[in-house]
Structure formats: structure tokens, C-alpha cells
């Protein structure tokens, strides 16, 4: 079965903050590829980052930066230094191949949505 | 990115009647399509999965003959809510995607059945 599991629905900081956001995948294929997206309330989905299950470098963009361990099947994403506009949900997400259809499938986790008070 | 764009990005319908969103990947032509459902406060749920000139596939517990998906070309999908009921009154998006795994996703569309 796959699943992605994003244990905190809500987290509320204060400006300024640091921020990490959990996320815990699973899946027996052994490629697949795990994704962050930015929701606003406007609803439309920002594709935050891509990483395939084959690259395990942690990466930074800004004041972004991810965490993924294949260890312990986690993908976490940590924004330094929060701001308001970081309010948003933030969803994780798995892509690996349904058995059944043969297709690459998104599977979405249930979301958290971040608070950012100023 | 390659951009996908839905419309409308809005849309009230009365109850009983049926309404058409379309998904058009406009930079790239998109081998398949897929369409989700997400209520206030929840996750994307996946309705539907569409290729090119095939039926779509459908989840388990959509109906598939009150979500009609119609995948035609290779740049539009479109998804009709027939005899739509307040219920599914939610917001959908769209996603395509050319070969690989990287999925591109629509704006929404969110719609009120009254």
C-alpha cells in the first residue's frame, strides 16, 4: 500500500520562526519520487520540490530546505525564519506506480496547514 | 514549468443541472490527465484518471456516470458534474502529465451547487 502520512494538522509560530513540517511515506517500490506543494487559500497548488527516491541530498532553496531520509521513509521540509505569507496548507506527496493501472499516481498526504502569526 | 489552465476558476450552478470544467495543457501535450476532488479543509482525493483517447479510470466509489470525463486530445480534458446536487459542491483540479512521474497542475475550479 502507499501512503503518505503528515501526522500535524496545524501548526501556528511566530514570525520569525523556524518551521518543520513532517511528512512520512510509504511504499515498496523502490523508485518513486516525493513532492511539496504550497496551497493558498486561493487554492491553486505551488509546486515547492521534487526529489527521487535515489537522491537523498538534502537541499536548500532560500530560506526552504528539505530533509529526506529513506531510513526512516521521511521527507521533511523546514522553513527558517517564517513569514506571514508563509501561511498557506502545505501538502507532501508520493508518486510511485499503481500495480494495478501500471500509472504513476499522486498520492497526497492530508495536509498541514501553517500559521504564521506576525 | 509547463502550464495547465482550468476554467472557470469559479462556477454556481442550480441543483439539477450539469456543469463542464475544462484542463488544457498549453505548453506541452499531455498523455494523461487526471482529475481531483478536495473538500474544505481535506486532502486532494484522485477521482479519476484519463489518457488520451481511452476511457477514463475511475477510482474506487466515483461515479462514473455522474463525473464524465472526456479526454479527446492530447491538450484538453474536461470533467461534467451531471445533475449536480449540493454535495458536490468541492473544489477540483486538474493535473497532466507527459511521460515520467512530474504531474502539472491546474489553478481549480470551485464549484457551488445551489
Known amino acids: 500500500a502507499q501512503k503518505v502520512t503528515q501526522a500535524q494538522t496545524e501548526i501556528s509560530v511566530v514570525e520569525k520562526e523556524d518551521v518543520t513540517l513532517d511528512c512520512v511515506y510509504e511504499t515498496r517500490d523502490t523508485t518513486y519520487y516525493l513532492f511539496w506543494y504550497k496551497q493558498p487559500p486561493s487554492g491553486e497548488l505551488v509546486f515547492l520540490i521534487r526529489?527521487?527516491?535515489?537522491?537523498?541530498q538534502n537541499e536548500i532553496s532560500g530560506r526552504y530546505s528539505w530533509n529526506f531520509q529513506k531510513s526512516t521513509s521521511s521527507f521533511n521540509f523546514t522553513i527558517t525564519a517564517s513569514q506571514v505569507v508563509d501561511s498557506a496548507v502545505y501538502f507532501c506527496a508520493l508518486s510511485a506506480g499503481d500495480t494495478t493501472s501500471g500509472t504513476y499516481k499522486y498520492i497526497f498526504g492530508t495536509g498541514t496547514r501553517l500559521k504564521v502569526l506576525a | 514549468g509547463a502550464v495547465v489552465s482550468q476554467h472557470p476558476s469559479r462556477v454556481i450552478c442550480k441543483s439539477g443541472t450539469s456543469v463542464k470544467i475544462e484542463c488544457r495543457s498549453l505548453?506541452?501535450?499531455?498523455?494523461?490527465m487526471f482529475w481531483y476532488r478536495q473538500f474544505p479543509k481535506q486532502s486532494l482525493m484522485l477521482m479519476a484518471t484519463?489518457?488520451?483517447?481511452?476511457?477514463?479510470?475511475?477510482e474506487q466509489g466515483v461515479e462514473k456516470d455522474k463525473f464524465l470525463i472526456n479526454h479527446a486530445s492530447l491538450t484538453l480534458s474536461t470533467l461534467t458534474v451531471t445533475s449536480a446536487h449540493p454535495e458536490d459542491s468541492s473544489f477540483y483540479i486538474c493535473?497532466?502529465?507527459?511521460?515520467?512521474?512530474?504531474?502539472?497542475f491546474g489553478q481549480g475550479t470551485r464549484l457551488t451547487v445551489v
Open positions: 484519463s489518457n488520451e483517447g481511452s476511457k477514463a479510470t475511475y
Open positions: 493535473s497532466a502529465r507527459v511521460g515520467g512521474t512530474e504531474a502539472f
Open positions: 526529489r527521487n527516491s535515489f537522491d537523498e
Open positions: 505548453d506541452f501535450q499531455a498523455t494523461t
